[in-house]
T-cell receptor, first 111, second 113 residues
Framework: RKEVEQDPGPFNVPEGATVAFNCTYSNSASQSFFWYRQDCRKEPKLLMSVYSSGNEDGRFTAQLNRASQYISLLIRDSKLSDSATYLCVVNQASNTGKLIFGQGTTLQVKP | EAGVTQSPTHLIKTRGQQATLRCSPISGHTSVYWYQQALGLGLQFLLW???????NRGNFPPRFSGRQFPNYSSELNVNALELEDSALYLCASSLTLGANVLTFGAGSRLTVL
């Protein structure tokens, strides 16, 4: 079983749609969680951290379910510029310098 | 403020050769991380350097090595190159110890022929 699993997609949605991605992680002792965004042939960039209580940043909402070991990202009112690969990232233990990246979910927003 | 810079952007080598990739972290960041992103795979953790010391390494063979210099820049060396080493090598830096929020460079794309 992969340490972090994501549906690779692609998710093809029209502008204005709401889309949700899920991610599961295998290590129940994992400590912190993130969503990164990677545009085609570019470096990953932090989109948002994911907190136990859930958190929102504009059109983006992240949720963490520790009992079920999954993380979600909801994008409302999708824009063309949201087209990218979204990487689910887990820090299993502090002070290891190691983040575990999922393979990513590709989103294509169509006009 | 300059971000994380990496060089070269592209590198072509043949099997058995050695490759050296370089990284300069964001000013003030003491931790540097190296990741490999092979085609179709997620980012795989390679190495973590902080204050000139190797703090942790991922599940890669010893022919992957590196170092961090007193100015916190870093280099990654890959010896005895194999075809499957072809990948995008990403360097990242962080302000805090131990990698929570990473800022990545644009990467060095290594092609092994």
């Amino acid at each position: 079983r992969k340490e972090v699993e994501q549906d690779p997609g692609p998710f093809n949605v029209p502008e204005g749609a709401t889309v949700a991605f899920n991610c599961t992680y295998s290590n129940s002792a994992s400590q912190s969680f993130f969503w990164y965004r990677q545009d085609c042939r570019k470096e990953p960039k932090l989109l948002m951290s994911v907190y136990s209580s859930g958190n929102e940043d504009g059109r983006f909402t992240a949720q963490l379910n520790r009992a079920s070991q999954y993380i979600s990202l909801l994008i409302r009112d999708s824009k063309l510029s949201d087209s990218a690969t979204y990487l689910c990232v887990v820090n299993q233990a502090s002070n290891t310098g190691k983040l575990i990246f999922g393979q990513g979910t590709t989103l294509q927003v169509k006009p | 403020e300059a971000g994380v810079t990496q060089s070269p952007t592209h590198l072509i080598k043949t099997r058995g050769q050695q490759a050296t990739l370089r990284c300069s972290p964001i000013s003030g960041h003491t931790s540097v991380y190296w990741y490999q992103q092979a085609l179709g795979l997620g980012l795989q953790f390679l190495l973590w350097y902080d204050e000139g010391e190797e703090r942790n390494r991922g599940n890669f063979p010893p022919r992957f090595s590196g170092r961090q210099f007193p100015n916190y820049s870093s280099e990654l060396n890959v010896n005895a190159l194999e075809l499957e080493d072809s990948a995008l090598y990403l360097c990242a830096s962080s302000l805090t110890l131990g990698a929570n929020v990473l800022t990545f460079g644009a990467g060095s794309r290594l092609t092994v022929l």
